[in-house]
T-cell receptor
Framework: NAGVMQNPRHLVRRRGQEARLRCSPV?????VYWYRQLPEEGLKFMVY????????ESGMPKERFSAEFPKEGPSILRIQQVVRGDSAAYFC???????????????FGPGTRLTVT | DAKTTQPNSMESNEEEPVHLPCNHS???????IHWYRQLPSQGPEYVIH???SNVNNRMASLAIAEDRKSSTLILHRATLRDAAVYYC????????????????FGKGTKLTVNP
């Protein structure tokens, strides 16, 4: 099985532009998570989605950020009107269906490094 | 998620064992202990997890204290490739749909492996 795929790996945007980050989960996984890692900081949870549903968006900034995980296709993290403070590494993770007693490990992608100039 | 405490950094020599400690004194009975690591410029990688008993897999061993208030990740023979930030995370295993399954990362322990 292929792992979590993210693209692009590097993205440069000017202030005010839109950034679209894509994530294809592990085949068969129906749960997707987005995390952000600011320079020299730890990973912070942003949003948790299942197919066509946002389950937990408690870590998402209230404005400019949105996420979706459509029935078909990859999950998309969208950042409108980017600012320099959005420069970070954005990681996507996926996990299989809930219901196991293992605590469900998450499988992470390689990340998208967004630079806002 | 319950809070964990880890040393900021540790150092080891190649091919020697490494013991990475984690304190989680407020752990509850349903919290699983998970370990992830993040190699430089890469996404986090699952290492191991356990509940009460010690666990072994191809990557590492997890030793859990009898009172579960602490645990230790053991790398039996460190290699240069093991240099990473190691995160100890407590997670509740949910058996119902819809619960939040987010990982709450602390600062972790930065492991340096000397050749």
């Amino acid at each position: 099985n292929a792992g979590v795929m993210q693209n692009p790996r590097h993205l440069v945007r000017r202030r005010g532009q839109e950034a679209r980050l894509r994530c294809s989960p592990v085949k068969g996984h129906s749960h997707v998570y987005w995390y952000r890692q600011l320079p020299e900081e730890g990973l912070k949870f942003m949003v948790y989605l299942q197919k066509e549903n946002i389950i937990d968006e408690s870590g998402m900034p209230k404005e400019r950020f949105s996420a979706e995980f459509p029935k078909e296709g990859p999950s998309i993290l969208r950042i409108q009107q980017v600012v320099r403070g959005d420069s970070a590494a954005y990681f996507c993770a996926s996990s299989p269906t809930l219901g196991t007693v293992s605590g469900n490990e998450q499988y992470f992608g390689p990340g998208t490094r967004l630079t806002v100039t | 998620d319950a809070k964990t405490t880890q040393p900021n950094s540790m150092e080891s020599n190649e091919e020697e064992p490494v013991h990475l400690p984690c304190n989680h004194s407020t752990i509850s009975g349903t919290d699983y202990i998970h370990w992830y690591r993040q190699l430089p410029s890469q996404g986090p990688e699952y290492v191991i997890h356990g509940l009460t008993s010690n666990v072994n897999n191809r990557m590492a061993s997890l030793a859990i204290a009898e009172d579960r208030k602490s645990s230790t990740l053991i790398l039996h023979r460190a290699t240069l490739r093991d240099a990473a930030v190691y995160y100890c995370i407590l997670r509740v295993a949910t058996l119902t749909q819809g619960g939040s399954e987010k990982l709450v990362f602390g600062k972790g322990t930065k492991l340096t492996v000397n050749p």
